[in-house]
């Protein structure tokens, strides 16, 4: 019951406080795959080799985010070749533009491009199952509080009702994501697509990522930009990855059609 009126009383101060609110904050982002490193035994030597210089690397990105009391955009600042970074995939060919996230009308718009063409993807707000913990640690100026909530992946089953299985051997079940919040910040904004505790969030890590905040202007004189995206073909959520599906799938056939040397 405590827990409960502690947090109505943030979430009451967070909406007190918020009106006419607005900041900008730049994000740091680490990510690596050292969790694939126990999953590589089974390739052959050469694409071991490769995936132990890709795992080597971790992936250094930086995003700002703009926001007010219920708005915000979140864009990358410097696009990086991923295929350089160690990350030699077919989803090199997807590049995410801005993200719009609106608290209120719990809407968010995405700039997605596809092998060139770009599309706006909607999909609705879904509030996440926050669990907040009672545990504090400062980020520079900020007391901030902990949250975390589990990730569990749909099970995939094969031709045979077995588990599926990636490359490189079944996933795990589920993650964890941990995130630290300030309440001093009235705001429920955070980076990527976190976000709806009762305070900025400035820090996100999981298994394999880490997500800090480096840098935050309260109140800039230059004001924030907060507009919605308009580039690009508006799809919904569902729409946006049977696109994907289908480009994968035309990618494979290629692939398995295309005459191999002897």
């Not at 410097?78 to 990350?87: E, H, M, R, T, V």
């Not at 533009?97 to 609106?102: E, F, L, M, V």
């Not at 955070?190 to 109140?219: A, E, F, H, R």
Request: aromatic content about 8%.
């Amino acid at each position: 019951m405590k827990k409960l009126l502690l947090c109505c009383t943030i979430m009451a101060t967070v909406y007190l406080y918020a009106q006419d609110f607005k900041g900008i904050a730049v994000y740091e982002s680490v990510s690596t795959l050292k969790n694939l490193e126990s999953r590589i035994s089974k390739l052959d030597p050469a694409m071991q080799a490769r995936m132990k210089e890709a795992l080597s690397k971790p992936v250094e990105r930086q995003f700002t985010l703009y926001f007010d009391k219920t708005v915000s955009v979140y864009e990358e600042n410097q696009k990086l070749d991923i295929k350089s970074a160690g990350y030699g995939r077919t989803t090199a060919n997807l590049v995410t533009g801005k993200t719009y996230r609106d608290l209120k009308a719990k809407v968010t718009i995405e700039e997605k491009e596809v092998f060139g063409k770009e599309f706006l993807v909607t999909d609705s707000l879904k509030m996440r199952e926050w669990q907040l913990v009672n545990e504090t640690k400062k980020i520079g100026n900020y007391t901030c509080y902990k949250a975390a909530y589990t990730i569990k992946r749909p099970s995939r089953t094969g031709p045979e009702n077995e588990k599926a299985t990636d490359l490189l051997g079944s996933l795990p079940d589920e993650m964890v994501v941990t995130a630290w919040y300030a309440p001093e910040i009235p705001v429920s904004h955070g980076p990527d697509n976190y976000w709806g505790l009762p305070g900025m969030i400035l820090c996100i890590s999981t298994d394999n990522m880490n997500i800090l905040c480096s840098k935050l202007v309260l109140n800039p004189a230059e004001g924030v930009d907060l507009k919605v995206p308009n580039k690009g073909e508006k799809v919904t959520k569902k729409e946006f990855m049977d696109i994907i599906s289908k480009k994968a799938e035309e990618m494979r056939e290629m692939r398995n059609t295309k005459p191999r040397r002897h």
